[in-house]
């Protein structure tokens, strides 16, 4: 039988070369020279487009107008003036509202993966209410829960609670069932077999859902100041929109992706930790695999 080289070739047990892998001219740029090669491709057509006019300023700001409204809204946050209270504001609504979705979508996603009326009667009506359009129930959390901080913490929680329940229910049902009559067959209780065996194994799928999660929540938290009002930063880019100050609204949206990616950048740093075996190229212990 051939044997693939490092070099990509296949070589016969005599050492004769059959066929050679072609490797791609995309595969050998390292990845941040790709990504800086793409952002200056970007902002090179999207000079292009806001300087032959094909679009209006006050549709699409140039990218050096929004670049200098980033560099204000910057020294605005270091300062300390209003731009830090509404930025505090709506990392408030994030934080609030993923540690209640977290709460809320772990419980049901337990009551979904470890029980089979949980499954059957409780997951259809999960389902059901993600299908709707959650935007809609922005007036109806105000209603409720006020025009305070109170309305966007629900409503983000509300957004971003289904990856959640989903990531956990799968992970409870991703041991292997080997493992279970393993665990069944010494005598572990249903508890015992929930938290050493299905709770470890199923950290992978869990923390999948809590990166959608934490993306998602910044969304919802938005969309709260947008119709029920607020002192964040939906509030500003509302009001900036209003007075057609586009390369604002461009910078402050900028800003809330950095919000998200902290966000998303923390629970890839907790799933790191906790879930070291799932690393790749490592063994069960978290080390490097010879």
């Known amino acids: 039988m051939s044997e693939l080289s490092a070099a990509g070739k296949a070589v016969s047990p005599e050492g004769d070369t059959i066929w050679t892998e072609r490797v791609s001219l995309g595969s050998r740029i390292p990845r941040w020279l790709a990504m800086v090669v793409l952002l200056f491709v970007f902002l090179g057509l999207w000079q292009l487009v806001t300087s032959a006019g094909i679009v209006s300023p006050l549709i699409l700001p140039t990218p050096t107008s929004t670049i ?21 504001v709506t990392t408030q609504e994030v934080i609030w509202g993923f540690v209640l979705a977290l709460t809320i979508g772990v419980t049901l996603g337990v009551i ?4 089979s009326l949980g499954e059957r009667a409780v997951m259809p009506y999960i389902v059901a209410i993600d299908t709707m359009p959650k935007l809609a129930f922005a ?30 229910a799968a992970g409870l049902h991703a041991a292997d069932e080997n493992a279970r009559m393993l665990f069944k067959s010494i005598g572990a209780s249903r508890l015992q077999t929930l ?29 709260g100041e947008f119709l029920g009002g607020g002192r964040g930063f939906g509030e500003l880019i509302r009001v900036a929109a209003a007075q057609l100050d586009t390369p604002r609204v461009f910078s402050l949206i900028i800003y809330l992706s950095l919000l998200g990616l ?29």
């Open 68 to 88: 200098a409204d980033l560099g204000f809204v910057g020294r605005g946050l270091l300062s300390g003036n209003y731009m830090v209270a509404a930025f505090w």
């Open 112 to 115: 979904v993966g470890e029980t």
């Open 139 to 168: 007036p109806l959390f105000v209603a409720w829960l006020g025009f305070g901080i109170s309305s966007k913490v629900a409503l983000a929680a509300f957004i971003s609670v289904f990856p959640i329940v989903v990531g956990t």
């Open 195 to 223: 938290v050493m065996l299905k709770i470890p194994t199923g950290l992978p799928q869990f923390f999948t859902g809590l990166k959608i999660a934490a993306i998602s929540v910044v969304s919802g938290a938005i969309a």
């Open 262 to 290: 902290l966000m998303f950048g923390i629970v890839s740093w907790m799933q790191y930790k906790f879930v070291f075996w799932h690393r790749p190229g490592t063994n069960a212990n978290g080390k490097a695999a010879r």
